[in-house]
């Protein structure tokens, strides 16, 4: 890995290809950990897809608002760069010292003064198709690409823009923006970039279904793509979140959704690979539709294989089936019809039992897979990696976020086709490995905030200063600013007030430093937009003026004042003096908020020494952290030791037993065999472990934890296991293949029976691993002896994303699969001569298939067990099937809620080698943004308990999301460990005494802006009562 | 008064991370609502205790509305499932007791709802305005 | 009343506990009494308050277990009492290892009386178990009001209130330091009658806690129904949570925990 010349010192900086949520989540590891980061978009603002998604499966949690705070994080984020839209054109150099060519096209909007007031837009007459919203919409040539879009910057589409097709014309926008933004006179810029890494996270580009002839996507408007779908569903797309269909706006009331379009299909994409994600999103496009639909909707899924194998996914399946009667029909549709005389389209297709049947649909959703886009793939070319057959980067199971190109990083789905938290344990995976190339280099380029020494204002009485912002016509345009302005010099506190064109300018700040100096003022209210976009910058503005920067309130007054009362001026007016009066009334109560540092303890512990625990404790000591790796049996390397090849065919051996040396070599970790943990104590930064190894106990001080603690093999009942011997789990079989054991050899026939002990409802989950694992022993069998018969017994065949491949390439080979219902399963029995049979009724023929293999493997589930005792320790939580449970399905896929403790492999949920090594590197990634900070920031918006007024009746502490508040017995008082606490504010509403204050939003600041909110109407209903 | 004269006033307790994003977004969108609504930002639904809503209605609110993420979205992950008991409870309460429980209202807006944030606080107000002033209101300046 | 007595005798001479939290005839009168065993002859005087006679003995039992917190106390319990008890071991204000319930079941009139669903303790010493009463009446009939007419019924109510915080006072499971009815920024100060929120706050903090022991309608010198007002608000809990107050197999209470999934869904408007 660390290739870089001796002597020559890496450069501090990473650059990440792609800003989508994977780019944004390695972006954000490493500027978090000590490292400068330039993230390079080429749409004008950075999301990705998730940001065009509605909602996201299995939780059906909003995409956006999800997603949208780490945008917002990495945009303001002192160590990332945002480059957009920008390309990467060229790159030079090796590993730890890349020079990237970048080239920025021209935006024509000097983002420095655009304030994203939308006049602009307002006032350009050209319109065009909206590319964030497929085109069902329409948006203008000047534009911002979404309207959460980070940045939040306009932009001038060159392309449709009239200045630039009908030469020097127009320029409405030029005329009409109020602060000069736009400039004409731009062009492309190209610059050269130094860093130590390349992160590539450019994503997909979802399936054009063009050329499926028979579906007539182009011709038809109500066959729409599952991109289109989601924006239809989206809140903030074309129709506000109306289901209706494009051609006629009419809701529908029935919907088929047809799967593997794009995917699984070589004869009209040359896609011969499952995309992985569209059974999943099929399933919740279709929930989602029906809570959207005020009539009850039919909604139907043509599928092939119902792949829903990661976690709680198998649970959504039924649930959707179940609960919300969604129709699975198991069917490739052969073509669409337009059905004569209306929108409505009729789909054919061939139902199980052989008919062939038309139903009409009103709208019909083709669930397009996923592709790597062309500039990607030229992208790749420029960097000089290796592509598969399908255009995905090369990998290796054992590495699989290297590139061929050392130094080169690639996560998400440009790896392979994944879902959402599988490319974020990616991105963080990549980030560690950027983090253990470039060790030597953190910090080198990373900017530290600049400290600003801090007025102390505790004998000071509160002198408010309040600025009204005009925002060019924005506000000014509909309120009375300057009877805003004079009204504040009127209440309490207030001492200084003044009308600004633009608050938020460069300015301006300095105008508000000086006022803060002149007029001695230790309270500041902006009334401008929102305070979640410019809170950040006035705090910074008061902050450098020597007052603590919670000593500030903003009043809303643009965006939920006059851009929502447009037409209403006077009431709009009183509105924005009621919220100004509020919040000067609020910050009068303010007092500074303390932020203090706790020191860190520099060192890691990982439960498990599988191959997760292994990877975990490299990717952390590669980094340059102390680690203690625990294992509980006396030999490290876990259930890897029994897997025979990774599904590519790389064999695990030679990898385990180098990785086993390397942690045995490395000084900086610590292993402990035969040992388990007994006691935790301690938090983020700080804790302290007991182990215990043979009866000893050692206490170890650690500032992060991983648990890795693997899994197990179900060991079936069923199907005469454990009472022949030529019954095997997939593990055993492995074995067998490995030690050419003459039961595989000699055999003439082999079954293997799959979903052994998974998808049933003691455990209604998929173990993800077993259809790839059989797919890949059953190839294994017909290269010993092709004329073995292989069957293959499923309910789904899950090879999921490129796994595809061994499916396709076991079918060619003769491998026989033949599909059962679970209701109808196969039977297991030894025969009066001593043969095995298997009898299992086929679904096409619907007769039985009666077999005698010489050899049964048996796809087992992956179980977990006696786990609760760590969950406690470590006060992380489970879910019903016993797996941990991280602290966000989606976007926290290796944290817990619980801060500095993390999650990897088998122990989280079943997953393959080369996923639970992503997971082990994304959990040390994640663990090293704690350790590399010389302190745990704390303070500023947390809780406080009145240990005087306090009675211990615990009512706060099992309300804290964050387990932040233990009881303390002694003093018989609840504490906050503010080190925890992130000040959500559950515990101090629910205090009956009200003893605990969220600092800044404290009851009395609350009950203070209730009072002023609503002293207007005990005025007028004076007024009424006296008239 | 006459239905005609009365302005309601309605009080909203927004989270930081769902709803006042969704009424942002409402702005950022031009889309239009009543200006009787005055607005409490908190950092989570759950910040927002029945003490806070009591004191509000004595102190004259027509309506009360809180907003914050949907079951699922919460930024502090279940901050909002002590919203929904709460709100709950106290709208059963006020019920029993007369005191018009239906001056309560939560709803879960997310921070891509601009459209429902809207329509929400146009259907609330247009309700509290066929309501006319608080009975508490009225029991207390007859 | 000698099987109480025997009882009470045993735990204090075999020193299982430090003393014996109940009723002592003094002046005719039945008082609260600390039995201890160096004054074990009182035992024999040992009494069960007449229905009529209650005292909020778990309210007397804080201060004495936190004064010695190593000791285990008795204590005489009817039902309610023995529901306070379950309570306050929920609120961190008692320690179930040390404390004894001496069990008491009330008298049918006294179950009439308070409409009580439980009446008699887990343990049963004196006297015998009634029938319990299901449905309060006086709830039922509270809802059956138009709304307008249930608001203006309460407001009369709670127009009376003096202030004298008596219903606070009394309750054995108020056992905060600092009460919100004294919370300057939450209620308005100086007037009477208080806001007309007043009772309805205190019906928040009795939800999920009231244990039905009717001490603060006794106490009450306005006459207001606090007690049909809390039952209600047990009800709620019962009704939204199935939270059902006092009952040791409840489990936590809906108000300390926030709970694995959010079961209630939001009201349409």
């Not at chain 1, 390309?87 to 024509?108: C, D, H, L, W």
């Amino acid at each position: 890995m660390k290739s870089q010349k001796q002597g020559t010192a890496p450069v501090g900086a990473v650059m990440v290809v792609g800003g989508g949520i994977a780019g944004v989540q390695a972006a954000l590891d490493l500027a978090d950990s000590g490292f400068y980061v330039y993230m390079v978009e080429k749409m004008p603002g950075i999301g990705g897809v998730m940001a065009q998604l509605d909602k996201t499966f299995p939780t059906n949690d909003c995409s956006m608002c999800i997603l949208s705070p780490k945008l917002v994080e990495c945009g303001r984020h002192l160590n990332i760069e945002i480059l957009a839209p920008a390309m990467v054109t060229g790159i030079s150099g090796e590993p730890g010292n890349f020079k990237v060519q970048v080239t920025q096209p021209a935006r024509y909007i000097d983002m420095s003064k655009c304030i994203a007031c939308g006049v602009c837009a307002q006032k350009c007459p050209k319109k065009v198709p909206d590319s964030f919203n497929q085109g069902l919409a329409k948006r203008k040539a000047a534009y911002v690409y979404y309207p959460q879009s980070v940045p939040l910057k306009y932009a001038i589409d060159a392309a449709e823009c009239l200045y630039f097709k009908k030469g020097g014309k127009c320029k409405a926008c030029e005329k009409f923006c109020p602060t000069g933004a736009v400039d004409f006179d731009q062009t492309d810029k190209s610059q050269e970039i130094s860093v130590g890494a390349v992160i590539l996270a450019p994503g997909f580009k979802p399936y054009d279904p063009s050329r499926y002839g028979a579906y007539h996507y182009a011709a038809y408007p109500n066959v729409v793509t599952s991109m289109e779908f989601e924006r239809i569903l989206s809140a903030s797309g074309p129709f506000q979140g109306h289901l209706v269909r494009p051609s006629d706006h009419k809701e529908p009331s029935k919907i088929a959704w047809l799967q593997c379009v794009g995917s699984r299909d070589q004869n009209h994409c040359d896609h011969s690979y499952c995309s992985g994600v569209c059974c999943m999103y099929a399933i919740k496009e279709a929930v989602i539709a029906k809570e959207h639909s005020k009539a009850p909707l039919d909604a139907a899924i043509f599928f092939m294989d119902m792949r829903t194998h990661g976690k709680d996914f198998e649970k959504y399946y039924w649930r959707a089936e179940e609960e919300q009667g969604v129709r699975f029909i198991r069917s490739r549709v052969h073509s669409i019809d337009p059905v004569p005389g209306s929108d409505d389209l009729a789909l054919r297709y061939l139902r199980e039992d052989g008919a062939l049947v038309t139903e009409v649909f009103d709208l019909v959703v083709l669930s397009v897979g996923l592709e790597v886009a062309p500039d990607v793939v030229e992208l790749a070319q420029t960097l000089g990696l290796e592509l598969d057959a399908s255009q995905f980067t090369q990998t290796s199971s054992f590495a699989p976020v290297a590139t061929s190109r050392p130094g080169i990083y690639v996560c998400g789905a440009f790896q392979g086709p994944k879902d959402i938290p599988q490319s974020v344990m990616e991105a963080s995976a990549s980030a560690s490995a950027a983090g253990e190339l470039l060790s030597a280099a953190r910090f080198s380029l990373a900017k530290k905030k600049p400290e600003y020494p801090e007025r102390d204002i505790s004998q000071e009485a509160p002198r408010t200063g309040v600025f009204v912002c005009h925002c060019g016509i924005n506000i000014a345009g509909v309120i009375d600013v300057e009877a805003v302005r004079d009204y504040a010099a009127t209440l309490p506190t207030v001492e200084y007030v003044e009308n600004n064109l633009f608050t938020c300018s460069q300015d301006t700040q300095e105008i508000i430093k000086e006022r803060i100096k002149e007029h001695n003022l230790n309270r500041i209210v902006v009334a401008s937009c929102t305070p979640k976009t410019h809170e950040p910058l006035f705090q910074e503005t008061i902050k450098e003026a020597g007052l603590n920067k919670f000593l500030f309130e903003l009043a809303n007054i643009r965006d939920q004042g006059s851009w929502v009362h447009m037409h209403e001026p006077e009431r709009a007016t009183r509105r924005a003096k009621d919220q100004v009066r509020m919040a000067v009334a609020k910050v009068s109560l303010q007092q500074p908020l303390k932020e203090f540092e706790l020191p860190i303890t520099k060192a890691g512990l990982v439960i498990g020494g599988g191959a997760a625990g292994m990877e975990a404790a490299l990717g952390l000591a590669g980094q340059g952290f102390k680690v203690h790796l625990l294992e509980k049996k006396e030999v490290l390397g876990g259930h890897a030791r029994k897997l025979l090849n990774a599904w590519t065919g790389e064999p695990v051996l030679p990898y385990l037993e180098g990785i086993v040396q390397q942690v045995n070599d490395h000084p900086l970790i610590d292993v402990h065999l035969n040992s388990e943990v007994t006691a935790v104590t301690g938090f983020v930064g700080n804790f302290v472990s007991t182990i215990a190894t043979g009866g000893k106990e050692i206490d170890v001080q650690h500032g992060a934890a991983i648990i890795a603690s693997g899994g197990h093999s179900y060991k079936p009942q069923e199907y005469l296991y454990g009472q022949d011997e030529r019954v095997l789990l997939s593990l055993e079989m492995d074995q067998a293949l490995k030690e050419k054991s003459a039961l595989v050899t000699g055999a003439k026939s082999a079954v293997f029976i799959q979903c052994v002990g998974s998808r049933i409802p003691e455990r209604p989950y998929c173990s993800r691993v077993c259809c790839t694992h059989s797919v890949e022993n059953a190839l294994h069998l017909k290269e010993i002896n092709p004329d073995m018969e292989v069957f293959i017994l499923y309910r789904d065949l899950r090879t999921y994303a490129l796994r595809e491949n061994l499916y396709k390439e076991a079918r060619e080979k003769g491998v026989i699969f033949v599909r059962f219902d679970p209701e109808n399963g196969p039977q297991v029995a030894k025969l009066a001569d001593g043969r095995l049979q298997v009898t299992v009724p086929d679904p096409i023929l619907g007769l039985p298939l009666t077999l005698t293999p010489d050899v049964l493997s048996l796809a087992s589930a992956i179980v977990v067990q006696g786990q609760e005792k760590l969950a406690q320790m470590f006060k992380v939580p489970l879910n019903n099937e016993g797996f941990f449970l991280e602290a966000h399905m989606k976007l926290r896929p290796v944290d817990f809620a619980t801060e500095g403790v993390f999650v990897a492999g088998l122990a989280h949920y079943p997953k393959p080698i080369d996923e639970a090594i992503a997971q082990a590197k994304a959990a040390a990634a994640r663990a090293a943004v704690v350790l590399s900070q010389d302190s745990i920031h704390a303070g500023g918006v947390v809780a406080q308990i009145d240990p005087e007024k306090c009675v211990g009746c615990q009512a706060c502490v099992g309300v804290c999301p964050f387990g932040a508040i233990d009881y303390n017995a002694r003093e018989d008082v609840c504490e906050v460990n503010q080190a925890l606490c992130k000040g959500c504010g559950t515990c101090a509403a629910n205090c009956p005494s009200e003893c605990i204050t969220l600092l800044g939003f404290s009851h009395k600041q609350i009950y203070t802006q209730i009072d002023e909110a609503l002293k207007e109407l005990s005025f007028s209903l004076d007024e009424a009562a006296g008239g | 008064m006459s239905d005609q004269e009365f302005e309601p006033k309605i009080l909203g307790f927004f989270c930081n991370w769902c709803t006042y994003a969704g009424a942002d977004l409402a702005g950022v969108s031009r889309l239009q609502y009543p200006s009787n609504i005055r607005v409490i930002r908190v950092m989570c639904s759950g910040t927002v205790s029945p003490h806070h809503v009591l004191k509000a209605f004595q102190k004259g609110a027509d309506g009360v509305l809180i907003g914050g993420c949907h079951i699922g979205d919460c930024h502090y992950l279940r901050g909002n499932y002590m919203t929904i008991k709460r709100v709950r409870f106290l709208q059963d309460l006020l019920k029993f007791t007369g005191f018009e429980p239906g001056r309560l209202h939560l709803e879960w807006i997310s921070a891509a709802e601009g459209p429902k944030f809207a329509q929400t606080v146009r259907d609330f107000t247009e309700k509290i305005r066929k309501m006319g002033p608080a009975r508490l209101k009225s029991a207390r300046a007859a | 009343m000698d099987k109480l007595r025997a009882k009470v005798r045993t735990l204090l001479s075999e020193g299982q506990v430090a003393g014996y939290l109940g009723y002592l005839i003094k002046d005719s009168h039945p008082l609260p009494h600390l039995f201890t065993p160096e004054n074990l002859e009182e035992v024999d005087q040992a009494v069960v308050a007449p229905d009529n006679a209650r005292y909020p003995l778990d309210k007397l039992l804080i201060p004495l277990a936190e004064r010695y917190p190593e000791a285990a106390f008795a204590i005489q319990v009817r039902g309610c009492d023995e529901r306070g008890l379950n309570e306050l071991y929920k609120w961190g204000q008692l320690d179930p290892e040390k404390v004894v319930p001496v069990g008491v079941a009330c008298t049918q009139e006294q179950a009439d009386y308070c409409e009580c669903p439980g009446p008699w303790a887990s343990v049963v010493d004196y006297g015998e178990k009634c029938q319990p009463v299901a449905k309060s009446l006086r709830v039922e009939q509270v809802a059956t009001l138009a709304e307008e007419d249930a608001f203006q019924e309460w407001l009369g109510a709670f127009k009376r209130c003096i202030k004298c915080y008596g219903c606070r006072d009394v309750c054995p499971m108020c056992f905060c330091k600092d009460c919100s009815l004294e919370h300057e920024d939450l209620m308005s100060t100086g007037q009477l009658p208080p806001d007309s929120i007043f009772q309805l706050v205190r019906a928040i903090h009795m939800a999920g806690r009231c244990i039905d022991c009717g001490l603060c309608e006794e106490t009450c010198p306005a006459g207001i129904p606090l007690r049909v007002l809390y039952k209600k608000a047990n009800a709620l809990v019962k009704d939204l949570f199935d939270y059902e107050t006092g009952s040791p197999t409840a489990g936590p209470s809906p108000w300390k925990m926030l709970g694995e999934e959010a079961t209630l869904e939001t009201k349409p408007m």
